[in-house]
């Protein structure tokens, strides 16, 4: 098969049917652009992207369940920092992880502008590790100064453009924020919204939360819980499995040891961020991701399924109105297998043009609903208020250019093979006398 011979012949017949190439085409874009959306939804918030890099090998303990079996009393509620430190922080079993708690506030500029909104997050200089982000000027406040409860503070980008100007002046300068006063010792690019485990517009050392929020102890396992979220980096899943059972025994020990009647529960933490995306929950509940991902694949079918069926039915329609052409040809020696390529060839262009263009419409789609569409599998209660930033890893990654690819491929199969090989069935006086 010669393939400009091919494209010039595309081409005529293009030219001499346009309503059979563009509802093709429309067809094709329509399947590959709903497909794609839900695509570019799912890889934003499970793929590495900023400053969320590390998603595969990040597990979250988000929820923990306390409760006493003999006086039916129950708490549940996110960990604290003695179970933090008790659980997590000192096992060999992690590459190394943080805590972190968010909390919305307002910051008043030096001069008096007015208030303006803001997210902290309380947290220990972990968090740079574990997130990437990116310094663009400064340092993150280290483990002394968290330990002392040091008031320093590490801002965004935009907040140090909107106090100082600039990132470089905004280095030593005092930030008040919610009428408390902290010294800016590091300026980090800009997070996104999307990326809601790690997003924020400034960042303090933890100690300084729980010096102000220290509520005491109560002498029992409700101690464990607090206000924080445990990210956990693991090199590998090996070394999360094996503290997966290192924490199973620490539980298991408390609980033999209380005899208090309280039970502690970590309701199948660490929940892993693919698992936490896909159930839109911080407790896995023993699932398996193929229980989640099975809605996912559905859609999926359908999508493709409906268009390759009318497709196909357009496929045929045009091989009954080119019989007479395909008898001549087969008349002249060439073979079923030769014209099934070229057809085949012909309808792949055709599929290439649509998805690429159903590829742009979910682009712009994407652009400009980002704010609702790429929130939609966030769960509620994590919903930020904030401008969803659309950056080129999101929508030009490769991943997303490979599964438009793939879904042409699928359409031009399911869709031109079965319609095609069935004309070429008929004989080749049959073929030449369709049109007689």
Same mark, same amino acid.
Not at 180 to 189: D, L, S
Not at 330 to 336: K, M, N
Not at 346 to 355: I, P, R
């Given at each position: 098969?010669?393939?400009?011979?091919?494209?010039?012949?595309?081409?005529?017949?293009?030219?001499?049917?346009?309503?059979?190439?563009?509802?093709? /085409?429309?067809?094709?874009?329509?399947?590959v652009?709903?497909?794609?959306?839900?695509?570019?939804? &799912?890889?934003v918030?499970?793929?590495?992207?900023?400053?969320?890099?590390?998603?595969?090998?990040?597990? &979250?303990?988000?929820?923990?369940?306390?409760?006493? =079996?003999?006086?039916?009393?129950? *708490?549940?509620?996110?960990?604290?920092? /003695?179970?933090?430190?008790?659980?997590?922080?000192?096992?060999?079993?992690?590459?190394?992880?943080?805590?972190?708690?968010?909390?919305?506030g307002?910051?008043?500029?030096?001069?008096?502008?007015?208030?303006?909104?803001?997210?902290?997050?309380?947290?220990?200089?972990?968090?740079?590790?574990?997130?990437?982000?990116?310094?663009?000027?400064?340092?993150?406040?280290?483990?002394?100064?968290? =330990?002392?409860?040091?008031?320093?503070?590490?801002?965004? #980008? +935009?907040?140090?453009?909107?106090?100082? *100007?600039?990132?470089?002046?905004?280095?030593?300068?005092?930030? +008040?924020f919610?009428?408390?006063?902290?010294?800016?010792? %590091?300026?980090?690019?800009?997070g996104?919204?999307?990326?809601?485990? *790690?997003?924020?517009?400034?960042?303090?050392? &933890?100690?300084? &939360?729980?010096?102000?929020?220290?509520?005491?102890?109560? %002498?029992?396992?409700?101690?464990?819980?607090?206000?924080?979220?445990?990210?956990?980096?693991?090199?590998?899943?090996?070394?999360? +499995?094996?503290?997966?059972d290192? /924490?199973?025994?620490?539980?298991?020990?408390?609980?033999?040891?209380?005899? @208090?009647?309280?039970?502690?529960?970590?309701?199948?933490?660490?929940?892993?961020?693919?698992?936490?995306?896909?159930?839109?929950?911080?407790?896995?509940?023993?699932?398996?991701?193929?229980?989640f991902?099975?809605?996912?694949?559905?859609?999926?079918?359908?999508?493709?399924?409906?268009?390759a069926? !009318?497709? *196909? %039915?357009?496929?045929?329609?045009?091989?009954?109105?080119r019989l007479?052409?395909?008898?001549?040809r087969?008349?002249? %020696?060439?073979? #079923?297998s030769?014209?099934?390529?070229?057809?085949?060839?012909?309808?792949?262009?055709?599929?290439?043009?649509?998805?690429?263009?159903?590829?742009?419409?979910?682009?712009i789609?994407?652009?400009?609903?980002?704010?609702?569409?790429?929130?939609?599998?966030?769960?509620s209660?994590?919903?930020?208020?904030?401008?969803v930033?659309?950056?080129?890893?999101?929508?030009?990654?490769?991943?997303?250019?490979?599964?438009?690819?793939?879904?042409?491929?699928?359409?031009n199969?399911l +869709? @031109?093979?079965?319609?095609?090989?069935?004309?070429?069935?008929?004989? /080749?006086?049959?073929a030449? !006398?369709?049109?007689?």
């Open positions: 098969m010669q393939i400009k011979s091919s494209l010039k012949q595309l081409w005529v017949e293009s030219r001499a049917n346009p309503g059979f190439t563009s509802l093709y /085409i429309g067809g094709v874009a329509f399947a652009a709903f497909t794609m959306v839900y695509a570019i939804v &799912y890889y918030h499970l793929a590495p992207i900023y400053p969320e890099y590390n998603r595969n090998t990040t597990a &979250y303990i988000n929820n923990i369940t306390v409760r006493n =079996e003999k006086t039916n009393s129950m *708490s549940m509620g996110s960990p604290g920092l /003695i179970f933090f430190r008790d659980f997590v922080n000192n096992s060999e079993n992690i590459e190394y992880c943080t805590l972190s708690y968010e909390k919305p307002f910051i008043q500029p030096p001069d008096n502008s007015g208030d303006f909104k803001a997210l902290c997050c309380y947290t220990d200089p972990n968090f740079f590790k574990l997130y990437g982000y990116e310094f663009i000027a400064g340092q993150p406040f280290n483990d002394a100064e968290t =330990e002392a409860a040091i008031k320093n503070v590490v801002v965004d #980008r +935009s907040v140090a453009e909107r106090l100082f *100007s600039t990132p470089e002046k905004a280095i030593g300068k005092e930030i +008040s919610d009428f408390e006063n902290y010294r800016i010792v %590091g300026v980090v690019r800009n996104n919204p999307v990326a809601y485990m *790690s997003y924020a517009n400034i960042f303090l050392p &933890y100690t300084i &939360y729980t010096t102000i929020n220290d509520g005491g102890s109560r %002498g029992d396992l409700t101690d464990l819980l607090g206000a924080f979220s445990i990210p956990i980096k693991f090199k590998d899943s090996k070394q999360e +499995s094996r503290f997966r290192e /924490i199973v025994d620490k539980v298991r020990r408390v609980n033999a040891a209380d005899s @208090a009647g309280w039970v502690l529960d970590l309701c199948s933490a660490p929940v892993s961020h693919t698992m936490r995306v896909l159930s839109q929950n911080d407790n896995q509940e023993d699932m398996t991701i193929m229980q991902i099975k809605p996912l694949l559905i859609v999926l079918l359908v999508l493709l399924i409906i268009p069926i !009318n497709i *196909s %039915g357009m496929i045929s329609g045009q091989m009954d109105r007479a052409e395909i008898g001549v087969r008349g002249f %020696g060439a073979t #079923r030769e014209l099934t390529n070229q057809v085949m060839f012909e309808n792949f262009v055709l599929t290439s043009v649509g998805g690429l263009a159903g590829l742009a419409v979910a682009w789609l994407v652009i400009i609903f980002k704010n609702t569409i790429l929130q939609l599998i966030v769960p209660w994590e919903y930020i208020d904030e401008n930033n659309i950056s080129l890893e999101m929508i030009f990654a490769p991943v997303i250019f490979m599964a438009t690819l793939l879904l042409c491929l699928i359409l199969m +869709s @031109a093979y079965i319609p095609v090989r069935l004309s070429l069935r008929r004989t /080749i006086i049959s030449i !006398n369709s049109k007689r």
